[in-house]
């Protein structure tokens, strides 16, 4: 069975740092674009980030952009999502995608991949 688990979520204060992971089990996504969203209790889902297969292209929503950084590991299946400068408006589930496609304003999700989300909490 093909899965996508996203792991390093948790608390941080305003300002810090976390890393987020999501590692493909069940087939490799090394020639998959991939990207990352998130949803904020009572919001929609929204983009985040997106990464070509390859790493060569990113791209990131306005509110992120200075702060987050996407990248990929293919060798370990893996894609990361670095966050720093927390702000607590960044509080949500985060969830990556695979094999979407990328559109001229962001990342269109493939709704056959998802993996399961975590939470990512920053306090004031």
């Known amino acids: 069975q093909v899965q996508l688990v996203e792991s390093g979520g948790g608390l941080a204060q305003a300002g810090g740092s976390l890393r987020l992971s999501c590692a493909g089990a069940?087939?490799?996504?090394?020639?998959?674009?991939m990207g990352w969203f998130r949803q904020a209790r009572g919001k929609e889902r929204e983009f985040v980030a997106y990464?070509?297969?390859?790493?060569?292209?990113?791209y990131y929503t306005d509110s992120v952009k200075g702060r987050f950084t996407v990248s990929r590991n293919n060798a370990k299946n893996t894609v990361y999502l670095q966050m720093n400068s927390l702000k607590p408006e960044d509080t949500a589930v985060y969830y990556c995608n695979a094999g979407g496609t990328r559109t001229s304003v962001n990342y269109r999700p493939n709704p056959a991949y998802w993996g399961q989300g975590t939470q990512v909490t920053v306090s004031s």
């Open positions: 990464i070509s297969w390859s790493g060569g292209s990113t």
């Open positions: 069940g087939r490799t996504f090394s020639g998959y674009a």
